[in-house]
């Protein structure tokens, strides 16, 4: 979280209009795309290969493996730099980009115009906070955005990132080759497969994080701290 709003408010200055300051919907729409592309390259993608492996090492409660192989996720992540090589934390990057990337540029660009609509629609609040409740609701909105536009990302990623990778294959071919055999053996609706517990699962977290996040951001511009696209418009 903090890499991602960081690195979006940094975008969004970069991007703002030098003389107004202003920044606009497709400015906005960038900066959160290259926002969840750091963060996926920083953190994101190794974190997930662990928690992948971590997970998929389990058949089932009722059917767990006799020995497991990671212990924890520190052992996890000694083991596959051991055995694999460093770069396989980064097994997948490519995809876990797109996702984060296109999942955060939706999340903002939802989250500012329907913030944007609602001061518009209630003129005390145009140049002040909304009410927590009106951004906790927006959040939620704009959070369940991004998984709908890149469910078919995520799901090719996780199968991507489960597995071994094959001598002598590329990741693109290994892309091409999953998508293919999901379609083939399992229909178009797989690539949406596990969308409800995802949605459920980030949108009331981005309901979350942005009221907590335009709280902090109202202290922080009160304040003669000074932060960076604290002066900006949205």
């Known amino acids: 979280m903090a890499i991602r709003f960081t690195s979006y408010e940094t975008y969004k200055q970069w991007l703002a209009d030098k003389e107004t300051g202003a920044v606009t919907s497709k400015a906005t729409f960038l900066a959160g795309l290259c926002a969840g592309v750091t963060e996926a390259v920083a953190v994101v993608n190794p974190m997930e290969v662990i ?38 934390l980064y097994r997948g990057v490519s995809l876990t980009a797109l996702r984060q990337g296109t999942n955060q540029a939706a999340n903002f660009t939802a989250y500012t115009e329907l913030k944007a609509f609602l001061q518009r629609s209630q003129p005390e609040y145009a140049n002040s906070q909304l009410p927590s409740y009106q951004t906790t609701c927006i959040g939620l909105i704009s959070g369940a955005v991004g998984p709908f536009s890149n469910a078919p990302i995520d799901t090719i990623k ?77």
Do not use: C
Request: hydrophobic share 35%.
């Open 51 to 88: 928690k992948i492996r971590l997970q998929a090492q389990h058949h089932s409660l009722s059917d767990p493996l006799d020995t497991p192989k990671y212990r924890s996720a520190p052992h996890a992540l000694f083991t596959v730099i051991r055995e694999e090589g460093f770069s396989t």
């Open 158 to 234: 996780t199968r991507l990132q489960k597995t071994r990778a094959e001598p002598g294959q590329s990741a693109v071919t290994r892309i091409v080759v999953i998508a293919k055999d999901m379609f083939k053996q399992e229909g178009a609706a797989a690539f949406y497969k596990g969308i409800t517990p995802r949605v459920m699962r980030v949108a009331p977290g981005q309901a979350v994080t942005f009221t907590v996040y335009e709280f902090l951001k109202g202290k922080l511009e009160q304040s003669r701290w000074p932060f960076v696209g604290g002066t900006f418009e949205e």
